[in-house]
């Protein structure tokens, strides 16, 4: 599949039902997530779509989800990518699963989870190089700010790249007929509060680990669709 450019110097690599992301830095190549397993080809032929070997992939961050570190293993061992998750997510990288399970969120979206997400299910194991700490700029093409986000999973984390303004999402929310749920919750409340979070962000565009990224004006979207916090809406409604 061909590789398609969001903002300068991102591209988003569609690899079946999830995406990832290549950011093009002065230190090499980044990936943003690793899709399911045996989707490496779809990275290689992204890489090569830029006019770049494979050899300039350098980093490469997810979050410990079958169809987010499948084809990690495979992608490491071609480029030798230095790898980054979450302290919570690197025993499940590190075994290749199980996983943790998840609660479907209801209707269509959950019933992906009931299809495609099962707990026991094995991925070849991958080696994670460095912990991320909450909060810190990752000095890789740039910046990363490391954003704590769990609720969908433990370990995930939002990465807001400075230099481009760009959010990247992961699974807190995806954007398949608009800004929506992930397919499932290790725990909704803090799912929310994670949502809630990114909605206070300053940014212009936003990718996802599911659907169509944004080019321009995404905060605003998050800030309409997350921005209103419970607690306010209940006073006004006392207050009314
Ligand atoms: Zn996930
Ligand atoms: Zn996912």
């Not at 032929?45 to 997810?62: E, F, V, W």
Request: one cysteine or more.
């Amino acid at each position: 599949m061909a590789v398609k450019r969001v903002i300068k110097a991102v591209h988003v690599v569609p690899m079946g039902f999830a995406n990832a992301f290549l950011i093009e830095g002065d230190d090499g190549l980044t990936l943003i997530d690793a899709g399911y397993p045996h989707k490496e080809a779809a990275v290689f032929g992204a890489i090569r779509g830029l006019g770049r070997s494979p050899d300039p992939l350098k980093h490469l961050i997810t979050h410990g989800h079958p169809d987010h570190i499948g084809s990690a293993a495979a992608i490491v061992r071609e480029t030798g990518a230095r790898t980054y998750m979450h302290p919570l997510d690197i025993p499940i990288a590190e075994s290749g699963g199980p996983f943790r399970p998840m609660t479907p969120v209801p209707g269509l979206t959950g019933v992906l989870c009931k299809l495609f997400f099962h707990p026991d299910e094995r991925v070849e194991p991958v080696a994670i190089d460095q912990p991320l700490t909450d909060g810190e700029i990752l000095p890789i093409a740039g910046g990363f700010e490391i954003i704590p986000t769990p609720g969908h999973c433990a370990g995930q984390v939002a990465l807001l790249w400075r230099p481009g303004r760009m959010l990247f999402a992961g699974d807190v929310c995806t954007n398949m007929m608009g800004l929506g749920d992930p397919v499932g919750f290790e725990s909704l409340e803090e799912g929310r509060a994670s949502q809630r979070k990114l909605a206070r962000l300053s940014f212009d565009a936003a990718g996802f680990g599911h659907g169509a990224p944004i080019a321009r004006d995404a905060s605003t979207r998050f800030r309409n669709k997350y921005g209103k916090n419970p607690e306010d809406v209940y006073q006004q409604r006392s207050a009314a």
